[in-house]
């Protein structure tokens, strides 16, 4: 390791935080349509939130932060979040579906070894949901 490099212990997760214009709403779809778990609502009205894909956190999992946009913003989803699937990406992929959640690109094999595909959630952030070509 080379001077100025971080070491493992130095950080330990991320958990993106998204401005949002509805917080209600976005937690709603989050939770009923693309089967999060609210972790915790602070503030009434809410000022910040939290999903998980895991809620016992027995092994790593995805967290998800939503703060509101100020009044008369409009959100400027100016990147997409990459969550990585163990197992099942085609069975989530069509569960989505199922539930009415807008589809951006349907799963597709790519050269880097990896099976993909991407929805946008209510608020235009587009989510890329992955998985090694072994276990998708």
């Known amino acids: 390791?080379?001077?100025?490099?971080?070491?493992?212990?130095?950080?330990?997760?991320m958990q993106p935080v998204l401005a949002v214009p509805d917080m209600?709403?976005?937690l709603?779809?989050?939770?009923?349509?693309?089967g999060f778990h609210v972790d915790f609502v602070?503030?009434?009205?809410?000022?910040?939130?939290?999903?998980?894909?895991?809620?016992?956190h027995s092994a790593p999992t995805v967290h998800i932060r939503f703060e509101p946009l100020p009044?008369?913003?409009s959100a400027n989803p100016s990147v997409y979040l990459w969550?990585?699937?163990?197992?099942?990406?085609?069975?989530?992929?069509?569960?989505?579906?199922?539930?009415?959640v807008?589809?951006?690109r349907e799963p597709e094999d790519k050269p880097?070894?990896?099976?993909?595909?991407?929805?946008?959630?209510?608020?235009?952030?587009l989510l890329s949901y992955s998985a090694e070509l072994s276990a998708a």
């Open 24 to 26: 209600h709403a976005t």
């Open 83 to 100: 969550l990585h699937v163990g197992a099942g990406l085609d069975r989530l992929f069509q569960t989505y579906r199922n539930r009415g």
């Open 112 to 125: 880097w070894g990896l099976r993909q595909f991407i929805i946008e959630d209510c608020n235009g952030y």
């Open 42 to 56: 602070a503030g009434d009205p809410p000022v910040h939130a939290r999903v998980c894909a895991d809620p016992t």
């Open 71 to 73: 009044s008369g913003v």
């Open 1 to 13: 390791m080379s001077a100025g490099e971080l070491t493992p212990y130095e950080l330990h997760g």
């Open 28 to 34: 709603a779809y989050y939770r009923d349509k693309l």
């Open 102 to 104: 807008k589809v951006v």
